[in-house]
């Protein structure tokens, strides 16, 4: 079976925000708003802010896009039906069907979701389902990313660049305790 997801090499992320302009740029999202946020150690979205005191500073930067849950809580709250999770994985929404009542946007404990006041309905990351179902394979943050920090692919494709990652590094999600099943998988190349 087919299952999409992220694999994001927080070592190799340097807080640029390419994917999120990629992003935006393949999606049309509007302005205003991210389909995926790149956060500082403190979950904050600022621009080089170095962590720690002199001379023990840091910059790390964690890209938080839509998590494509197994358990989606986003999707058995959308009154309409406009959120689904597909056969392979993503979670999608149907802006035709979308009505802006924002229940999907409090049932997501990532903040992975955005209130569009031009559509009057609410947006995400659909880990570009249209390339992917168009047979592109990949994400524009994935192309677009100088760091090569992001991996999208077939989870469950043992020979995808993904399922190596996963497989050969320690990996982990944020908020795990939230019982979600993300699919976005952090892991860190330092020392590798």
């Known amino acids: ?7 994001i090499n927080l070592h190799r992320c340097i807080g640029c925000r390419t994917c999120s302009i990629g992003c935006k740029m393949e999606n049309g999202v509007a302005d205003g708003l991210l389909r995926i946020r790149v956060l500082n150690d403190e979950e904050r979205a600022v621009y080089d802010t170095p962590m720690g005191t002199y001379p023990n500073l840091t910059m790390t930067w964690t890209p938080v896009p839509c998590q494509h849950c197994d358990e989606a809580p986003c999707v058995g709250v959308c009154p309409t039906g406009a959120t689904v999770k597909r056969e392979d994985g993503i979670v999608t929404i149907d802006k035709e069907t979308c009505i802006g009542c924002k229940s999907c946007m409090e049932a997501c404990p990532y903040d992975a979701r955005v209130f569009d006041g031009e559509s009057n309905t609410v947006d995400k990351c659909t880990l570009c389902a249209h390339r992917i179902d168009a047979g592109l394979g990949t994400t524009m943050c994935q192309i677009s990313c100088p760091g090569r920090a992001i991996t999208v692919g077939d989870i469950d494709d043992p020979d995808s ?18 019982g979600t099943g993300p699919q976005v998988y952090y892991w860190n190349s330092m020392g590798s």
């Open 161 to 178: 660049d993904i399922a190596k990652i996963i497989a050969e590094h320690e990996t982990k999600h944020i908020l795990e305790t939230e």
């Open 1 to 7: 079976m087919t299952k999409y997801g992220f694999a």
